[in-house]
């Protein structure tokens, strides 16, 4: 059996996240509880997840999103691996690209800034956004 018939989702961005923030998190709480903590009984998934055995449950993406101390939002890449690149791209025409807190903040802002006046982004815009972060 070859290696993307064992591990299908390997080379994904969600597997790929969620080894990262296990990793990073190792200092604080062990794998098997960062599991527990997402609700899954079975001690071994998060390793399923990480290795791209099995792809994370659509319904699990709130509590593993916790349990990894991340932001739901940025647990969008569980769409396309939970229901396929189409569909989730189908889902993200409909209800918009989930925002984080933080990105929820920043258009608070812009909302606040500009008195709601749902503002174009002009090129001085976007020069001085992107300067912001050094692009």
């Known amino acids: 059996m070859s290696e993307n018939m064992t591990n299908p989702y390997q080379n994904t961005a ?12 190792l200092h604080r709480k062990t794998q098997a509880e960062i599991g527990s903590e997402a609700g899954f009984p079975n001690a071994n998934m998060m390793t399923l997840l990480k290795n791209g055995r099995s792809k994370v449950p659509i319904d699990r993406v709130p509590s593993l999103a916790e349990a990894r101390e991340v932001d739901p939002a940025l647990m969008r890449l569980a769409l396309g691996q939970a229901v396929g690149a189409t569909a989730a791209k189908a889902i993200v ?43």
């Open 14 to 25: 969600t597997a790929k996240l969620i080894a990262d923030r296990i990793r990073d998190l």
């Open 93 to 135: 025409e409909i209800f918009g690209t989930p925002a984080t807190v933080n990105e929820q903040s920043w258009l608070a802002e812009l909302r606040d800034a500009s008195n709601n006046s749902d503002p174009r982004i002009t090129a001085r815009a976007r020069a001085a956004l992107r300067g912001i972060f050094g692009k």
